[in-house]
């Protein structure tokens, strides 16, 4: 069975952690949307989406338009219609970016590999 991508605009309800560290002043475009990001949190596991290894992709046109592939850890998972719509707008409240896109993909799947070593020692992987 082909699973065909599903694009996101974005949704008013962002599942957001507290205010990371401040980012140093010359932080590039790029640095400030990862730390967007890393404040978008899966519901089920107490990780942000970009740690966990979800985001496959982020690309910044000139007009400062976002594109984004991100997966999730299961087909099924129960947040499949929220998550990557939280991940836009928190995408989108960063200043200079004009928009934001997420594209749910399947392929590659998701694994604990994809994770990063903070995520893997929070959660006791190592």
Not at 10 to 39: C, F, K, N, Y
Not at 60 to 73: F, P, R, S, Y
């Amino acid at each position: 069975m082909e699973v065909k991508p599903i694009h996101f605009r974005g949704t008013s309800d962002i599942m957001q952690a507290p205010d990371p560290a401040p980012l140093p002043a010359d932080a590039t475009l790029e640095q400030q949307v990862i730390a967007a990001i890393r404040r978008v949190y899966d519901p089920e596991i107490p990780l942000n989406v970009y740690d966990l290894g979800l985001i496959y992709d982020l690309q910044i046109n000139d007009q400062k338009e976002v594109a984004i592939k991100m997966t999730l850890t299961a087909p099924g998972c129960p947040v499949a219609g929220i998550l990557p719509g939280q991940v836009a707008d928190a995408v989108r409240a960063v200043e200079g970016i004009s928009d934001a896109q997420v594209e749910l993909v399947w392929d590659p799947p998701w694994n604990q590999d994809r994770m990063s070593d903070e995520a893997k020692l929070t959660l006791g992987l190592f």
